[in-house]
């Protein structure tokens, strides 16, 4: 699988019912803390749609995920990815996609650090992250309650600018969807 594969483009209002079936889909959800999926409404997918940092994550022609990407409080960006099709996922999808999101954001200039929080649980996840160079400031037992009041530890990780790397074969898919 080479990285042109895989790219990236800017949430449109047309994807709305894609990402309200995936958002409702429990085993979709249940990686992030929604064992019985995300009810979302209509207006609100579109309100962030209409922010511009929500992403699709494309195989040619077909959207496969989405990701996102938001400036926090302490001015450093935090970003989620999900590869949301079932048969898509472990295929080295998620990586491309989430280098091509970073790329974007540290090639724009954004910040200098990248955080994210995962659950404890999301091995694979944290694998993934850890491999793009993710590295755990801090960890928390109990501080998620899903909808199920079940508690999660989760862990925060982050990456700095300086940390990034790609592999010298990586073909981005195209990053002029971050402004």
Same mark, same amino acid.
């Given at each position: 699988?080479?990285?042109?594969?895989?790219?990236?483009?800017?949430? &449109?209002?047309?994807?709305?019912?894609?990402?309200?079936?995936?958002?409702?889909?429990?085993?979709? /959800?249940?990686? *992030?803390?929604?064992?019985?999926?995300? #009810?979302?409404?209509?207006? =609100?997918?579109?309100?962030? %749609? &209409?922010?511009?940092?929500?992403?699709? %994550?494309?195989?040619?022609?077909?959207?496969?995920?989405?990701?996102?990407?938001?400036?926090?409080?302490?001015? #450093?960006?935090?970003? !989620?990815?999900? *590869?949301?099709?079932?048969?898509?996922?472990?295929?080295?999808?998620?990586?491309?996609?989430?280098?091509?999101?970073?790329?974007? %954001?540290?090639?724009?200039?954004?910040?200098?650090?990248?955080?994210?929080?995962?659950?404890?649980?999301?091995?694979?996840?944290? !694998?993934?992250?850890?491999?793009? !160079?993710?590295?755990?400031?801090?960890?928390?037992?109990? =501080?998620?309650?899903?909808?199920?009041?079940?508690?999660?530890?989760?862990?925060? /990780?982050?990456?700095?600018?300086?940390?990034?790397?790609?592999?010298?074969?990586?073909?981005?898919? !195209?990053?002029?969807? %971050?402004?």
């Amino acid at each position: 699988m080479t990285s042109v594969e895989i790219w990236l483009r800017k949430a &449109e209002e047309g994807d709305v019912a894609q990402l309200l079936a995936w958002y409702l889909d429990p085993e979709t /959800m249940r990686h *992030v803390g929604f064992p019985n999926g995300l #009810s979302e409404e209509a207006e =609100d997918i579109l309100a962030r %749609i &209409e922010s511009g940092t929500r992403l699709m %994550i494309m195989k040619g022609e077909q959207a496969i995920g989405e990701c996102n990407y938001r400036q926090t409080e302490t001015g #450093s960006y935090a970003v !989620g990815i999900k *590869v949301c099709e079932a048969d898509e996922r472990g295929r080295g999808y998620g990586k491309t996609s989430l280098q091509l999101l970073l790329q974007a %954001i540290f090639e724009a200039g954004l910040t200098e650090e990248i955080e994210l929080t995962v659950l404890q649980e999301n091995r694979r996840a944290i !694998g993934l992250y850890e491999k793009v !160079g993710f590295k755990t400031t801090d960890r928390r037992e109990a =501080d998620f309650i899903d909808e199920e009041q079940k508690r999660h530890a989760v862990q925060h /990780m982050a990456l700095q600018k300086v940390d990034f790397w790609l592999p010298e074969d990586f073909a981005s898919g !195209g990053c002029d969807f %971050i402004k």
